[in-house]
């Protein structure tokens, strides 16, 4: 699958989480659809702290994930050892988000830890009907 970008208001909401957890860190799956990264995955058990998050993988449903995101407490968003082997697990785009938390401060890295440029897009979202 070619992945074009990711949505501004997934991008957004990775942010936002990431700042409400701080100090602790926000992890979660990332999932495409057509081609654009427009949702985050929050696997059951997954465990936060101030040095790491924990994603149970065995938790994850009959879905597939095109990478990972998580934030890191400070402003350092260079991955570590655990992080490049989450990163061979999970797809090949990795976000990894850091203080201030705002849309300058995430990179995208591929499953290697190489920083991957990841445009931001403008995507409309379907309202879902209610029942």
Not at 58 to 87: E, I
């Amino acid at each position: 699958m070619q992945i074009k970008g990711i949505a501004r208001d997934t991008l957004d909401f990775i942010l936002e989480a990431s700042k409400s957890m701080a100090p602790e860190e926000f992890a979660g799956l990332l999932q495409e659809n057509d081609g654009i990264i427009t949702e985050v995955l929050i696997l059951p058990g997954t465990e936060s702290s101030d040095t790491n998050a924990v994603l149970r993988l065995y938790m994850m449903p009959n879905v597939k994930a095109v990478g990972s995101v998580h934030s890191h407490p400070g402003a350092n968003r260079r991955p570590s050892k655990a992080d490049l082997r989450l990163f061979s697990k999970t797809g090949n785009f990795h976000i990894i988000a850091g203080r201030p938390y705002n849309r300058e401060s995430w990179t995208c890295y591929d499953r290697e830890g190489n920083i991957r440029d990841l445009p931001v897009l403008d995507v409309e979202f379907e309202e879902d009907e209610e029942i």
